[in-house]
């Protein structure tokens, strides 16, 4: 069945520094991926989407990567803030093509 | 972007009773929405994808007549869940698309203690 692995379930860095998230996934070739970020007692915000034939996206301080031969999508966040403190979803669409499936998320820690 | 609202946003009831919780598309028809329920600490899981006008898809090991759905307009969808016990508490999240293949718009999120 599909897998959706998200490595660090924590990641704590400086005011300024680039958060480098992974995402990696197996027995599933999807056509798009899908990054969200969750603040505590919220629902999911969605953040960016990329599609298969995308090599990288970028929205503002955002960037994403999707490499379908590792099987893997890196979120870099740049110059990132104490407003970065979230938990961050990357999220596919299961195999059905009926739904989004999520992976445990990581949990960003900026500190001033 | 389009708004999903959820209603309530918390909720406690008795073990044994029925709790519904509401889903609305606020500026956009949603044929289907998806309700996730979220553990601490966990990820969301899939529950089930409701289909305005026909009956709801559960995904494996959701018990249907424990989490009854209804989708009867295009725009609302319920979740009720019926004789509630401890267990079932968790955070109930909805979900739903403008279109197929694009992003998905998160209800704020339902807090379920059942006590």
């Known amino acids: 069945s599909q897998k959706i692995e998200q490595n660090s379930e924590a990641l704590n860095i400086q005011e300024g520094k680039t958060a480098t998230l992974t995402c990696n996934y197996t027995?599933?070739?999807?056509?798009?991926l899908q990054w969200y970020r969750q603040d505590p007692g919220r629902g999911p915000v969605f953040l960016l989407l990329?599609?298969?034939?995308?090599k990288e996206k970028r929205k503002e301080r955002l960037k994403v990567t999707f490499d379908t031969t590792l099987k893997q999508s890196l979120f870099h966040i740049t110059a990132s803030q104490p407003a970065d403190s979230a938990t961050y979803l990357c999220a596919l669409r299961n195999q059905a093509g009926t739904a989004l499936i999520f992976g445990k998320g990581t949990t960003l820690s900026v500190s001033s | 972007g389009a708004v999903v609202s959820q209603h309530p946003s918390r909720v406690i009831c008795k073990s044994g009773t029925s709790v519904k919780i509401e889903c609305r598309s606020l500026?956009?028809?949603?044929?289907?929405m998806f309700w996730y329920r979220q553990f601490p600490k966990q990820s969301l899981m899939l529950m089930a994808t409701s289909n305005e006008g026909s009956k709801a898809t559960y995904e494996q090991g959701v018990e249907k007549d424990k989490f009854l759905i209804n989708h009867a307009s295009l725009t609302l969808s319920t979740l009720t869940v019926t004789s509630a016990h401890p267990e079932d508490s968790s955070f109930y999240i909805c979900?739903?698309?403008?279109?197929?293949?694009?992003?998905?718009?998160f209800g704020q999120g339902t807090r379920l203690t059942v006590v």
């Open positions: 990329i599609r298969e034939n995308e």
């Open positions: 979900s739903a698309r403008v279109q197929e293949n694009t992003e998905a718009f």
């Open positions: 500026d956009f028809q949603a044929t289907t």
């Open positions: 027995n599933y070739s999807p056509a798009y």
